[in-house]
């Protein structure tokens, strides 16, 4: 289901740009501690394409909009500057979620902690002073907890430096993953039209600032209304186990029920229902679908092959950070990097059209990005990173390659959203990192190396789930649904995300004075000790195994534009091999049917229907949501979750 196309709209009738980014913004900034606290004190709420505390807060804000526009029509907000809000409550959540999960325990943790692991001791001497505490002085208090936030604020002074230069890092991948999509965003929105399936549920919301149709529809309130009550049922049953509940999270896993080898290696296959998931899977196109599900398939089917012929397979198998059979993450690698040359071959001509302007200068509309100031801005954040990994000893050409393959990455991640709209992309530990393992391998790179490299640079190698570029896409996206400055909604984006990542390391600190601080050093220790131990020639398996899968997206693009209605999307191949989609698989395959079936027997009547229907469930599950993490940040105890994970462990 793709959203209807873009059409320009009023932005807001008598007002000027300039006041309505300044309301939209002003409002956002107010709201934004309160999604950042959010995202950190309750991280099973934003692990999703779809994140909770975005969706909530515009829902909110559109309800509190309904009585403004009836007795103070002046003081309403227009459709314009609550897709504004909505675009910068996303981006503050996804700064403030995983690169903030991942960047601020190190900070803290090699020195709090080093007298408990040799391993942290081996790394201490090769962390920098402006990036990381290296010692307990300073941090006693903060090691006990039990600090109320007064505390917190008079000990900022301590933290802000080190928050200040971490924010300076990952601003400026943000800040060239935006210009890139400013640079773009003409070529992926208007010119190749890609769908966007996941901004349906915020452009409903927004749609006519509360006094839409939309809210008016039966099938909204009674699908929102089903889903909420299962919802509060589920919850309930949580907290008092003798009252009944409905199973829709994980409903089994297939692995029990295979015992013989080589079966029995096809590592952890929940059969997981998630309503919301498969409502957001109704909006893909059905045969991005189908790949979605038929490529996770035969990444089992890999496993179980690569295990008759003796290599073990584990939960997930693939190999990890070290390349071994049959090699997920390369083949990933291998595919992402062939999405990304395939959108640079069709975009081909407006990159000239685009280097042209860069050169001689473009139009003149000042509601565009100009793309000197937006190919300035790319040029200049890689630099500034590379001049800072200068600065922490390491080779200039490295950081400008390890930059450029990270952005290419996400580059691709970002379209593969736009085409797909995954319920989530869960790319488990793959970045960089393995690119150099199996292309240079280890040998020769020190402790020294290796430790600024892994501490500095882990936020481009975790999970991506909550990575920013697609939601600045999708933000822009919107923008021009409602004819919005491009302009402004950059200077929108470029203020969320700094405030995001500020405000994700406050919300952090202050739970942790709190509560006390846990060890986070540990993986980027485990990851140095592994390469730096045993030193590794290049691998040309895993050389291979980036090339093949290369090589199969290359192939899928070209039979699907010479075959038409060929069922395998290239897409589908580089989500389905990586760790992700089995969390969600069977509600895709389910949704698959249900749409197949509607647009069967009802057509686009019946398309339309099922359109709201999933809106309905999504709003509802995510209202549930929104009750039971509250509960949960206020008594801090566990509450039931829709989300894939559960607040008591990964697979609850």
């Given at each position: 289901m793709r959203p209807d196309a873009p059409q320009a709209r009023p932005v807001a009738q008598g007002r000027s740009v300039g006041r309505q980014l300044a309301r939209s913004v002003a409002l956002s900034l107010l709201v934004a501690p309160l999604c950042a606290y959010w995202a950190q004190a309750e991280p099973v709420c934003r692990i999703f394409s779809l994140m909770v505390p975005p969706v909530v807060f515009t829902l909110a804000a559109v309800a509190a909009n309904v009585p403004l526009r009836l007795k103070l029509p002046r003081f309403a907000l227009t459709e314009a500057e609550l897709v504004t809000f909505y675009a910068m409550q996303s981006v503050v959540c996804a700064m403030a979620s995983e690169w903030v999960d991942v960047v601020h325990p190190v900070i803290y943790s090699y020195g709090l902690f080093s007298e408990r692991s040799e391993r942290y001791q081996r790394v201490l001497p090769h962390l920098s002073d402006w990036l990381f505490f290296r010692s307990r002085e300073g941090l006693e208090d903060f090691a006990t907890g039990g600090w109320g936030p007064m505390h917190t604020f008079s000990r900022l002074p301590l933290w802000l430096p080190k928050i200040a230069a971490w924010t300076l890092i990952v601003s400026l991948a943000a800040i060239a993953m935006l210009c890139i999509n400013s640079l773009m965003r003409e070529q992926w929105t208007i010119k190749e039209k890609l769908a966007f399936p996941l901004i349906q549920v915020p452009l409903a919301i927004t749609e006519g600032a509360g006094n839409s149709p939309f809210w008016r529809r039966r099938e909204l309130w009674f699908s929102a209304g089903i889903m909420f009550s299962i919802d509060i049922l589920n919850g309930l049953a949580f907290l008092y186990p003798a009252l009944p509940s409905i199973n829709v999270r994980f409903l089994a896993d297939a692995s029990d029920w295979l015992h013989s080898p080589p079966w029995n290696q096809i590592g952890w296959t929940p059969v997981g229902l998630f309503p919301f998931m498969a409502a957001l899977g109704l909006f893909m196109p059905a045969d991005l679908l189908f790949s979605c599900v038929f490529f996770?398939?035969?990444?089992?089917?890999?496993?179980?092959?690569?295990?008759?012929?003796?290599?073990?397979?584990?939960?997930?198998?693939?190999?990890?950070?070290?390349p071994g059979a049959p090699y997920f993450s390369e083949q990933?690698?291998?595919?992402?990097?062939?999405?990304?040359?395939?959108?640079?071959?069709?975009?081909?001509?407006?990159?000239?059209?685009?280097?042209?302007?860069?050169?001689?200068?473009?139009?003149?509309?000042?509601?565009?990005?100009?793309?000197?100031?937006?190919?300035?801005?790319?040029?200049?954040?890689?630099?500034?990173?590379?001049?800072?990994?200068?600065?922490?000893?390491?080779?200039?050409?490295?950081?400008?390659?390890?930059?450029?393959?990270?952005?290419?990455?996400?580059?691709?991640?970002?379209?593969?959203?736009?085409?797909?709209?995954?319920?989530?992309?869960?790319?488990?530990?793959?970045?960089?990192?393995?690119?150099?393992?199996?292309?240079?391998?280890?040998q020769g790179l020190g402790d020294s190396f290796l430790a600024?490299?892994?501490?500095?640079?882990?936020?481009?190698?975790?999970?991506?789930?909550?990575?920013?570029?697609?939601?600045?896409?999708?933000?822009?996206?919107?923008?021009?649904?409602?004819?919005?400055?491009?302009?402004?909604?950059?200077?929108?984006?470029?203020?969320?995300?700094?405030?995001?990542?500020?405000?994700?390391?406050?919300?952090?600190?202050?739970?942790?004075?709190?509560?006390?601080?846990?060890?986070?050093?540990?993986?980027?220790?485990?990851?140095?000790?592994?390469?730096?131990?045993?030193?590794?020639?290049?691998?040309?398996?895993?050389?291979?195994?980036?090339?093949?899968?290369?090589?199969v997206v290359i192939t899928l693009d070209a039979i699907r534009f010479r075959v038409p209605g060929f069922p395998f999307h290239p897409a589908g191949y580089a989500l389905g091999m990586n760790f992700g989609v089995d969390y969600y698989w069977f509600g895709l395959l389910v949704a698959l049917l249900v749409k197949l079936f509607v647009q069967r027997y009802w057509g686009l009547r019946g398309h339309d229907r099922l359109r709201v229907v999933a809106i309905g469930i999504v709003i509802g599950e995510f209202v549930a949501e929104a009750i039971w993490a509250s509960m949960a940040m206020v008594t801090r105890s566990a509450t039931y979750t829709i989300s894939i994970n559960g607040r008591l462990g990964w697979d609850q």
């Open positions: 996770f398939f035969v990444r089992k089917a890999q496993q179980v092959a690569a295990a008759s012929l003796g290599h073990e397979q584990g939960v997930f198998g693939g190999g990890g950070l070290v990933s690698w291998g595919a992402f990097i062939a999405l990304f040359c395939l959108a640079a071959w069709v975009g081909r001509g407006h990159i000239r059209t685009v280097w042209k302007q860069v050169v001689a200068g473009g139009p003149t509309d000042r509601r565009v990005v100009p793309a000197r100031w937006a190919f300035a801005g790319l040029v200049v954040s890689i630099l500034a990173l590379d001049a800072i990994g200068i600065a922490l000893g390491l080779p200039p050409v490295f950081v400008l390659a390890y930059t450029a393959v990270f952005l290419v990455f996400s580059v691709a991640l970002t379209r593969l959203r736009a085409q797909l709209g995954p319920p989530s992309h869960e790319m488990a530990f793959m970045g960089p990192n393995q690119l150099v393992v199996g292309f240079k391998g280890t600024k490299v892994v501490t500095t640079f882990h936020f481009m190698n975790r999970i991506h789930r909550t990575h920013p570029m697609p939601h600045q896409l999708e933000a822009m996206k919107m923008g021009e649904r409602y004819g919005m400055s491009q302009r402004a909604l950059f200077i929108a984006i470029l203020i969320a995300t700094i405030a995001g990542c500020v405000l994700g390391h406050l919300s952090r600190l202050g739970i942790q004075y709190r509560w006390g601080p846990g060890d986070g050093a540990g993986e980027t220790a485990n990851v140095i000790a592994l390469l730096g131990d045993s030193e590794r020639p290049p691998n040309v398996s895993a050389m291979l195994a980036v090339a093949a899968g290369f090589g």
